[in-house]
């Protein structure tokens, strides 16, 4: 089983609706991250949470360190949101490498 | 947040060659890493670039066919060496600022025939 899991691997949705992308993760960790790719390849980071909400534009991020989980919020998506959301965190012990998620395939359809 | 540049951006080399790939930050960071994406994988750690020392490798990733260098705190640099189509993926620097995550670089992009 990965330390880290993402769900949905894919979503398609139409413009405008709320998104929704989930992260499990199975070890301690000192942060988790959202980073968002676009089909260049090149890596944008979304947002480094270690508890609570952050909420940036129209992305949201919460994570909850008991149920080791994090969410990340799309409202009001738009064709321009269409990329890969990648979760990953920090482990406590690890010098602050990352473990990554699988990332979610993200389609925003006009 | 650090900024990030990695040359060259894509390259598409033959098989049997090797390819040096830069990355270069703004601001002086404690920690570089070099990581690998191959199609439809996530992100793998291939290795903790050390300034002035020998890189850390993961299991599975060995210095003869990474070579990597960091001369400074700002500068580093991953080799593919002895390239096959297995190695056609996407690289990527990440650092670790003063202050914490730094973020990453826009990636190499390599194809080999």
């Known amino acids: 089983k990965n330390e880290v899991e993402q769900s949905p691997q894919n979503l398609t949705a139409q413009e405008g609706e709320f998104i929704t992308i989930n992260c499990s993760y199975s070890?301690?960790?000192?942060?988790l991250h959202w980073l968002q790719q676009h089909p260049g390849g090149g890596i944008v980071s979304l947002f480094m949470?270690?508890?609570g909400k952050k909420k940036h534009g129209r992305l949201i991020a919460t994570i909850n360190i008991q149920e080791k989980h994090s969410s990340l919020h799309i409202t009001a998506s738009h064709p321009r949101d269409s990329a890969v959301y990648i979760c990953a965190v920090a482990r406590l012990q690890g010098a602050q490498k990352l473990v990554f998620g699988q990332g979610t395939r993200l389609t925003i359809n006009p | 947040s650090a900024v990030i540049s990695q040359k060259p951006s894509r390259d598409i080399c033959q098989r049997g060659t090797s390819l040096t790939i830069q990355c270069q930050v703004d601001s002086q960071v404690t920690m570089m890493f070099w990581y690998r994406q191959q199609p439809g994988q996530s992100l793998t750690l291939i290795a903790t670039a050390n300034q002035g020392s020998e890189a850390t490798y993961e299991s599975g990733f060995v210095i003869d066919k990474f070579p990597i260098s960091r001369p400074n705190l700002t500068f580093s640099t991953l080799t593919v060496s002895n390239m096959s189509p297995e190695d056609s993926s996407i690289y990527l620097c990440?650092?670790?600022?003063?202050?914490?995550?730094?973020?990453f670089g826009p990636g190499t992009r390599l194809t080999v025939l």
């Open positions: 990440s650092v670790v600022g003063l202050a914490g995550p730094g973020g």
């Open positions: 949470l270690s508890s």
């Open positions: 070890v301690g960790i000192s942060a």
